[in-house]
């Protein structure tokens, strides 16, 4: 995409490979940090030192019992903090206009997520809390399994993040100040996960609300400062 926007190869490249290793570091500790109830600390760093190790003498072995330990979960919303900040210190370290390349990325991020959904669905991941509706679903097969149907919010947040992913790319091209599209992004998919929150079963934290809804509601103000000073007139 970014190639097809007249940017430089080696940029889109670097930026790829960059938010990818940024995001999978993000999605684990937040995975980590959210699951430490479940498991018990010395576990969690057992099993970091044994992927470490892994990934320095590339023992497959020692990585493996790592994942084994402290899980092989990864958290979307970990991911998006991660890649951020490795696409922010590359940005800023080359002198590339942060919003630009946020924009170009912007409506990518939600269809990754859409994509990411399906694959929650199918292995019965993420699923929400106990209904009787028609259209809900039991994963006796799932991640924990289930015997219940339950709501299936992995295919809610599908729907929503690829009409994201479809109304950013219309609008591409066609905003009156960069950084509009990723301040959009923040907004409509904060809000969208900040909702369907509520038939979830993960912990609460602050006032009520999971570790989700809370970068949820961080990321809908911050879109809406963005938004609002970047068309100030």
């Avoid at 020692?62 to 998006?80: D, E």
């Avoid at 591409?172 to 996960?193: C, D, H, T, W």
């Avoid at 979830?200 to 570790?211: A, D, F, Q």
């Avoid at 949820?216 to 007139?233: A, C, E, T």
Wanted: proline residues 3%; charged residues 15%.
């Amino acid at each position: 995409e970014m190639i097809n926007a007249n940017l430089d190869e080696e940029l889109a490249d670097e930026l790829t490979s960059r938010a990818a290793l940024g995001g999978i570091i993000g999605a684990k500790l937040y995975y980590i940090i959210e699951n430490i109830p479940n498991g018990s600390i010395s576990d969690t760093y057992n099993g970091l030192i044994n992927i470490l190790i892994g990934l320095f003498t590339l023992n497959s072995n020692s990585i493996s019992m790592g994942i084994q330990t402290i899980g092989a979960g990864l958290v979307f919303y970990g991911g998006l903090i991660g890649g951020t900040i490795a696409v922010t210190l590359y940005a800023k370290r080359e002198n590339y206009k942060w919003f630009d390349i946020s924009d170009w990325i912007a409506p990518y991020l939600a269809l990754g997520h859409a994509i990411g959904r399906i694959g929650c669905f199918l292995v019965g991941d993420d699923y929400g809390k106990q209904c009787d509706y028609w259209y809900c679903i039991a994963f006796p097969n799932g991640l924990p399994p289930t015997i219940f149907p339950v709501y299936p919010t992995q295919l809610f947040e599908m729907t929503a993040y690829f009409l994201i992913f479809l109304y950013l790319r219309l609008k591409r091209g066609n905003e009156s100040a960069s950084g509009n599209l990723i301040a959009k992004y923040l907004i409509l998919v904060g809000i969208s996960r900040f909702f369907i929150e509520f038939i979830r079963v993960n912990p609460k934290y602050i006032l009520g609300l999971s570790g989700a809804q809370v970068i949820s509601f961080v990321m809908i103000v911050l879109g809406l400062i963005l938004y609002s000073k970047l068309n100030k007139k």
